[in-house]
């Protein structure tokens, strides 16, 4: 069945960066992109930006322009989320998700575990 | 504040009908899907709804769904236990090309 495995909870300072990795398996990597996703403690999912797999295109949220890098590695079909200039709120679990069509318009279908990144001086 | 709109909480007995709604714009459910979220605690999200009123495989036919102009509702017929959640609804969002998802609904089945 479709698994999205991520990477392990990460502590981080303010103004430092932080990469997640989303480790994809059981379909064909290129067919679908992924999104970003996360949450902060107790509060709703807010969407980050989508990379396609096939050629690896972008589109983030306005709100993370400049500070968000999405990157693909077809050979071990993963996807990359680098976040930079962390401040205190970009405290929040981060999931990924596979979109249902290869284009970032379709649903999110798919969920990785989701990983815990804290950021704390 | 989220661009869709939702009610914080609902809650049902295992005897009743339970709905949750969600409102938006011309940008986002005015144009375009609605898609339904269950999040048990502590999990990641799991679609429960795609397209306005489709169910994935799996998902108890208990749960339906619509949408109508800018607005769209959730409704658990006969709500159990292992349906206490938080429920998102999403949508594509035309004005800011991005996902947009509605603040959360905490289900209580009392």
């Known amino acids: 069945q479709v698994q999205l495995v991520q990477s392990g909870a990460e502590v981080r300072k303010p103004g430092a960066s932080v990469k997640v990795s989303c480790k994809a398996s059981a379909y064909t990597f290129t067919s679908y992109g992924i999104s970003w996703v996360r949450q902060a403690p107790g509060q709703g999912l807010e969407w980050m930006g989508w990379?396609?797999?096939?050629?690896?295109?972008?589109r983030y949220a306005q709100k993370f322009q400049g500070r968000v890098s999405m990157t693909t590695d077809t050979s071990t079909s993963t996807v990359y989320m680098e976040l930079r200039s962390l401040r205190s709120d970009d405290t929040a679990v981060y999931y990924c998700?596979?979109?249902?069509?290869?284009?970032?318009?379709?649903?999110?279908?798919?969920w990785g575990q989701g990983t815990l990144v804290t950021v704390s001086s | 504040q989220s661009v869709l709109t939702q009610p914080p909480s609902a809650s049902g007995t295992p005897g009743q009908r339970v709905t949750i709604s969600c409102s938006g714009s011309?940008?986002?459910?005015?144009?375009?899907?609605v898609y339904w979220y269950q999040q048990l605690p502590g999990t990641a999200p799991k679609l429960l709804i795609y397209r306005n009123d489709q169910r994935p495989s799996g998902v108890p036919d208990r749960f339906s769904a619509s949408k109508s102009g800018t607005s769209a509702s959730l409704a658990i017929s006969g709500p159990r236990s292992e349906d206490e959640a938080d429920y998102y609804c999403?949508?594509?969002?035309?004005?800011?090309?991005?996902?947009?998802f509605g603040g959360g609904t905490k289900l209580t089945v009392l």
């Open positions: 998700a596979r979109d249902s069509g290869g284009n970032a318009v379709y649903w999110l279908g798919y």
């Open positions: 011309s940008s986002n459910l005015g144009s375009n899907y």
């Open positions: 990379i396609s797999t096939y050629n690896g295109n972008t």
């Open positions: 999403a949508s594509w969002d035309d004005s800011v090309s991005g996902w947009v």
